[in-house]
C-alpha cells in the first residue's frame, strides 16, 4: 500500500522508550521494589530504543521490491 | 491498580500512531480490493505477523494465562499440536489454492470450488460467529478494566468500539493488519519483562516445577501433572485437562486447529492480502515461528502465577461466586505485581492492544464476507466497486454496533475459552472435512459439500446435547436432549464434539458426492490439489523456500513436544 509499516513501528517504540527512559531516569527508586530492585524503565526502555531505532533504520533503507 | 500519567502518556501515545495509521492509509483505500484486500500488497512478514496476532485477542491473552494457571503446561498443547502443524499445512498444501484460485474470500472460494448454497452456509455462519467471537472479546475487555482500573464497564466497550471503528472505517484490512503487526510487538515487549521478573522471582524453572508439583499433589493428581505434556494423558482422569491423548491429538490437533487456523477466513484473509503467491504460503509459516514461543509469554505467566499462590506474600487469586478461583485474572495479576509505573503502562497498552486487534479482526472478516459473499452474490449483483466500497464501509458501523449487542450478551457467559470451543465445535469442526474434500479429492460434488456441512453441524449439536461434562448442569453445557454420556471434562466433550462432526461431514459429504454428478475437470482447475500447477521451487534463500521452512519448524515442535514429554 506504499505506506512502509516498520516506519510507523519505529516512531512508537522509539517514542515509548524515550518516555521510559526519561521517567526511569527521574522515578523515586523505592517504585521498583516490586521490580526486584530493577530499575525496569530504564532498562527495558533501552532494549526498546534499540528495537524501535532498528525499525527507523530498515524503513530508512531502500524498500524491498 | 492505579495508573499515572506516564502510564496514561504510553497508553495515549499507542493510539495516536494507530490513528494516525488510519488517517494515513484513507486516502490510498480507493477500491473494493484495497479497503477488504489490502490491494493484494501485503510484504509476507507483515501478512505474517497478522496472521498471528489476528488470533491474539482476548480468548488468547487472558484465556492462555487462565488456562496455563488451571492446567499447567498442557496449555501448550493449543500450540504445539494444535495451531503450528496446521499452519504449517496450510502454508504448504491449502494457501496455492484460496490465493491461486483468486477468491476474495473463504466463502467465494466455497462459491468457485462447489456451489451458491455452500457459500452462503458457511457465509452467514462465518459472519454470525465474527459477531459473537468480537463480542466476547470486548466483554473481556470491559470486564477486566473493570476490575483492574475501575473503569466503567459501558464506556469502555463503546469508547474502545468507537477507535476500532475510526481506524478500519479509514483503512480496512490494511488498518487492521497493520495494527495487529503493532500489537504483535506491543504484546512481545509488554509482557516479556514480566515473564523474566516472574522467573528470577519463583527461582527460574526448577523453582517453578516445585512449587506447581506441590499444587499438583493438592489438587490430586501426581506431581508433575502441571508441567508436562503427555505423560499423563493415557488416562483422562489423570491429568488436569481431562482428557486423554487421542481426543487431544484427534479433536484438538486434527479436527479443531485443521478446521480453525486452516478455514477461518478471519486468519486466511490475513494471507490473501499478501502481495504474491510466495508470499501468501509464507505468511502461515512465518506465523507459526512467533507461534512455537508465544507460550513463554502466554501460558507461562500464568502458571507462574498459580505458582506463587503457594508462598507468603505471593499471589491470591479472588474467587469467583461460585468459589472457584477467578483464573482469567491470572495475567493481569501478574502485570500488577511485577511492572511499576512505566512498564505497567506499557503492559496494560499490550492488553488493549490486543482486545481491540480481536475485535478489529472480526469486523474486517465480517464486512468482507458480508459485502462479496452475501451483498454482491444475492442482493445487488450488479453493484460497481465505489458502491461495494460504501457498504463495506457501512458494514463496519453495523458490525462494531452488532459486537457491543454480541458483548453484553457475552456478559452472560464467563468462561470465554469453553464457549469460543463450543462455537468452533458446531461450525468450523464440519468445516474442514470439507475443505480436505474438497481440495484433494476431485470427485466430491457441491451437494455432497452442503449436505455434509449440515449433517456434521446437527451431528456436533446431537452430541452436545446427548453427553454431558462431569458436575455440570444440563443447558448451555450439553445434555439438553438427555444424558447419554458423561465426560470427565467439558474440554474432552468439546473435543469429542468436534470429532463426531468432522466424521459425520467427511462420511456425508463422501457419500453424497458418490451419488451425485461430478464436475468436469477443467472446471476444478486451480481448485483442486492434484489439478492445480505447482508453483516452482526455484528460490532463492531457504528461509523463503515454503518446502524447507516448514519441514524445519515442524521438527522443533516435535522436539518441543519430546522435551516436554
Not at chain 2, 482476548?58 to 494457571?69: L, R, T
Request: charged share 10%.
Amino acid at each position: 500500500m506504499g505506506l512502509d509499516l516498520r516506519f510507523p513501528i519505529g516512531v512508537l517504540f522509539s517514542a515509548l522508550a524515550l518516555v521510559l527512559i526519561v521517567y526511569g531516569l527521574i522515578s523515586d527508586p523505592a517504585i521498583y521494589a516490586r521490580s526486584l530492585g530493577i530499575n525496569v524503565n530504564l532498562s527495558w526502555g533501552c532494549v526498546l530504543l534499540v528495537f524501535g531505532l532498528a525499525m527507523l533504520w530498515a524503513s530508512r533503507r531502500r524498500p524491498k521490491n | 491498580m492505579k495508573l499515572t500519567f506516564v502510564d496514561g502518556l504510553i497508553i495515549g501515545l499507542y493510539l495516536l500512531v494507530v490513528i494516525a495509521i488510519g488517517v494515513a492509509l484513507r486516502r490510498r483505500t480507493k477500491t473494493s480490493e484495497d479497503f477488504f484486500l489490502s490491494g493484494r500488497s501485503i510484504p509476507a512478514w507483515v501478512a505474517g505477523l497478522a496472521f498471528m496476532s489476528a488470533n491474539l485477542g482476548a480468548q488468547e491473552v487472558i484465556g492462555m494465562a487462565a488456562s496455563g494457571a488451571k492446567y499447567g503446561l498442557a496449555t501448550s498443547h493449543f500450540y504445539w499440536v494444535g495451531a503450528v502443524p496446521a499452519m504449517l499445512f496450510l502454508g504448504l498444501f491449502m494457501m496455492p489454492l484460496y490465493y491461486g484460485s483468486r477468491a476474495r474470500s473463504v466463502p467465494e472460494y466455497l462459491k468457485l470450488r462447489f456451489d451458491e448454497k455452500t457459500r452462503v452456509l458457511n457465509a452467514a455462519t462465518f459472519a454470525f460467529m465474527t459477531i459473537i467471537s468480537s463480542g466476547i472479546s470486548m466483554y473481556a475487555m470491559g470486564l477486566l478494566l473493570n476490575t483492574l482500573l475501575g473503569w466503567q464497564f459501558d464506556l469502555s466497550i463503546w469508547l474502545w468500539a468507537g477507535i476500532v471503528l475510526v481506524y478500519i472505517f479509514m483503512g480496512g484490512l490494511t488498518s487492521g493488519i497493520y495494527n495487529e503487526v503493532l500489537q504483535f510487538f506491543l504484546i512481545v515487549f509488554g509482557f516479556a519483562p514480566v515473564v523474566i521478573l516472574g522467573l528470577v522471582d519463583i527461582g527460574g524453572w526448577s523453582g517453578l516445577m516445585a512449587n506447581l508439583a506441590e499444587i499438583s499433589h493438592q489438587r490430586g493428581f501426581a506431581t508433575d501433572a502441571l508441567t508436562t505434556l503427555w505423560r499423563h494423558t493415557g488416562n483422562a482422569a489423570d491429568n488436569p485437562l481431562g482428557v486423554g491423548w487421542f481426543s487431544i491429538a484427534m479433536g484438538l490437533g486434527f479436527v479443531l486447529s485443521f478446521g480453525y487456523w486452516c478455514t477461518d477466513f478471519l486468519l486466511i484473509q490475513r494471507a490473501m492480502a499478501a502481495h504474491s503467491l510466495r508470499a501468501a504460503r509464507q505468511a502461515p509459516l512465518i506465523a507459526s515461528i512467533p507461534k512455537l514461543l508465544f507460550p513463554i509469554l502466554v501460558i507461562l505467566p500464568g502458571m507462574i502465577a498459580i505458582g506463587l499462590t503457594h508462598r507468603a506474600g505471593g499471589i491470591t487469586f479472588p474467587l469467583k461466586p461460585d468459589g472457584a478461583l477467578n483464573y482469567d485474572l491470572a495475567m493481569p495479576l501478574m502485570l500488577a505485581r511485577y511492572l511499576p509505573t512505566g512498564l505497567l503502562g506499557l503492559g496494560i497498552t499490550a492488553l488493549m492492544a490486543s482486545f481491540m486487534s480481536g475485535m478489529a479482526g472480526n469486523v474486517t472478516a465480517f464486512n468482507t464476507v458480508w459485502t462479496y459473499d452475501l451483498y454482491q452474490a444475492h442482493i445487488r449483483p450488479d453493484a460497481t466497486d465505489k458502491h461495494l466500497l460504501h457498504i463495506g464501509r457501512l458494514a463496519t458501523i453495523v458490525g462494531v454496533l452488532l459486537s457491543i449487542g454480541a458483548a453484553y450478551l457475552a456478559a452472560r457467559f464467563n468462561n470465554i475459552m469453553d464457549l469460543l470451543q463450543l462455537v468452533f465445535a458446531f461450525v468450523n469442526a464440519p468445516l474442514f472435512a470439507t475443505f480436505l474434500l474438497g481440495m484433494f479429492w476431485k470427485r466430491t460434488t457441491g451437494h455432497g459439500a452442503f449436505v455434509g456441512l449440515l449433517s456434521g453441524t446437527i451431528g456436533a449439536a446431537l452430541h452436545h446435547g446427548l453427553t454431558i461434562s462431569q458436575h455440570a448442569v444440563p443447558g448451555v453445557k450439553g445434555g439438553w436432549l438427555m444424558v447419554t454420556y458423561v465426560y470427565p471434562s467439558e474440554m474432552a466433550q468439546a473435543f469429542w464434539t468436534a470429532i463426531v462432526a468432522w466424521t459425520v461431514c467427511f462420511v456425508v459429504t463422501a457419500a453424497v458426492s458418490l451419488a451425485t454428478a461430478p464436475r468436469p475437470a477443467q472446471e476444478l482447475r486451480g481448485l483442486v490439489y492434484s489439478l492445480t500447477e505447482r508453483e516452482r521451487e526455484s528460490s532463492t534463500r531457504w528461509y523463503s523456500n515454503p518446502a524447507l521452512l516448514a519441514p524445519l519448524v515442524l521438527a522443533v515442535v516435535i522436539g518441543l513436544n519430546i522435551l516436554f514429554w
